[in-house]
């Protein structure tokens, strides 16, 4: 009887991905049990989304740690330092990769760009119900991208727009108190955080400069720090 030359099923599916994502740009694979290597710090070529289904994963992104477990949802975009430092071996997760070139391509059509939120808040841990979400979102992806039609790469495009403002939606509600379910593993600021710093910075500006034209006005105390 011939010997597989994989050892797991993560081997078969390194491989597999690997083809996959050359001939098509995109590849989804699921059920896998453990990272390609340990301890090995590189940076990531594709666009990788990552929907754990079960057990821990810890690691580094950008030289932050992070911990995956059960429906947590992240994405690594291309060019970021990636460490993967160890998995339990109830370990399941789905995984999406999108080659850099495929992701340049369709990132022109993407109507939200949520890079930056994930870029500062990796993890986004999950409800049941936006889990689920989720998850069938990636299969509709998965049978897309399979698919030899003409406008393939708009609908793919399409659907990680959806999944993009899911993510923002799902954001909002558990990281505002406004569902309880979903706990995020670590801490995360609300995903409105940059617009309420910006709207700080202007009231302080407005401060400031009434403070400069209006002789005749007290002041709050906090404005001299601004």
């Avoid at 059960?70 to 999406?96: C, E, G, K, M």
């Avoid at 406004?178 to 995020?184: D, E, G, I, V, Y």
Wanted: proline letters at 4%; aromatic letters at 8%; charged letters at 25%.
């Amino acid at each position: 009887m011939e010997t597989s030359k994989y050892r797991t099923r993560t081997d078969y599916h390194v491989e597999a991905l690997t083809e996959e994502v050359e001939k098509n740009g995109i590849a989804v694979v699921d059920d896998v049990d453990r990272m390609p290597a340990y301890g090995e710090p590189y940076i990531s070529k594709e666009m990788t989304i990552i929907l754990c289904q079960g057990g821990i994963a810890h690691g580094e992104y950008d030289m932050k740690p992070i911990v995956l477990r059960q429906n947590d949802f992240s994405i690594i975009y291309p060019n970021h330092s990636v460490v993967a430092n160890n998995t339990s071996d109830d370990y399941r997760a789905t995984l999406v990769i999108i080659s850099n070139n495929f992701y340049e391509e369709i990132s022109r059509r993407f109507v939200y760009d949520n890079s930056l939120i994930f870029h500062n808040q990796p993890v986004l841990h999950l409800t049941d119900r936006q889990f689920q979400c989720f998850y069938e979102a990636i299969r509709f992806l998965k049978s897309v991208s399979k698919l030899n039609i003409q406008r393939s790469k708009d609908i793919v495009a399409s659907i990680l727009n959806t999944m993009s403002l899911l993510d923002d939606e799902f954001r909002r509600s558990n990281y505002t108190g406004k569902s309880t379910q979903a706990k995020p593993n670590q801490p995360h600021a609300p995903a409105s955080t940059a617009s309420t710093k910006a709207s700080s910075t202007t009231t302080r500006k407005a401060e400031k400069y009434a403070s400069m034209h209006d002789n005749s006005a007290s002041r709050p105390s906090t404005s001299a720090a601004s």
